[in-house]
């Protein structure tokens, strides 16, 4: 294998895991009327994917190298340093009980600044909630500028690698292409690895949902939203899902 595909490789590996490249990546979002709540969250990578991370292990960066070379592929002091810089954010638990998985929950104040400051940009980020009229409504939006906004704002998310090779640099591939891409540089089971992949999102409200876009109701107060990890990694349109409860 040349050195510059063994890079490139690297890369991708490193973009994959920081951008929940998983069979699986579960949270569960409660929100009451004020537009507080909490989030518990669990990602799954994929057995081919962790046996490739390991091999690969000297191509990336120094700070990633020892943890993956013991197996262990979630970064969890890096995780709890971005956590502990957002005042509106309190990590409650996290752990990686497998190498390949982690798990967590953190409680929030105000949602719109669950996973970005909202404040300091003054720009929606990925997590918006209003009221109107006695309605609640959330709203999640998935786009190249909430994604930069979300980068910018979580160091151990962003970096040249993930720059080069996460959904900013690939919006204007095709899922065709970028399946292509991943294929070529991790194999084939890593096409059929991301087409499986989705990204599970239980949004549960202090209240009753009265319409939902995008997700399957699943109770008076619950909301389910799949979402394809290919549409997150490309990200060549916007992605908007939304709930009203009161």
Do not use: H
């Not at 991370?53 to 990336?60: E, I, N, P």
């Not at 970096?159 to 292509?180: I, V």
């Not at 009753?208 to 060549?236: A, M, Y």
């Amino acid at each position: 294998m040349k050195k510059k595909n063994k890079t490139a490789i690297a890369a991708v590996l490193i973009i994959m895991i920081t951008l929940m490249s998983s069979c699986a990546m579960k949270q569960e979002v409660f929100v009451d009327k004020n537009g507080a709540g909490s989030v518990d969250f669990e990602i799954n990578l994929a057995s081919y994917f962790t046996e490739v991370a390991v091999q690969l292990s000297d191509l990336v960066p120094s700070g990633n190298q020892d943890t993956i070379k013991e197996g262990q592929f979630f970064n969890l002091k890096k995780i709890e340093d971005d956590f502990a810089k957002r005042s509106s954010v309190t990590l409650t638990s996290l752990e990686s009980p497998r190498p390949e998985s982690l798990k967590g929950t953190f409680t929030f104040s105000d949602i719109n600044d669950a996973v970005t400051d909202a404040g300091k940009t003054k720009n929606p980020g990925i997590f918006t909630f209003a009221s109107d009229s006695g309605v609640s409504i959330l709203t999640v939006s998935l786009n190249c500028d909430t994604i930069e906004q979300l980068l910018n704002e979580n160091p151990s998310l962003n970096n040249p690698l993930m720059e080069n090779f996460g959904p900013l640099a690939n919006k204007d591939l095709s899922e065709t292409d970028y399946l292509d891409m991943m294929e070529y540089m991790l194999g084939e089971e890593s096409r059929q690895g991301i087409i499986d992949s989705v990204v599970d999102i239980t949004v549960r409200v202090k209240g009753k949902v009265i319409s939902q876009t995008g997700g399957e109701k699943l109770s008076s107060d619950s909301v389910r939203f799949r979402i394809p990890l290919i549409k997150i990694l490309v990200l060549n349109k916007p992605l908007n899902y939304e709930v009203k409860f009161k």
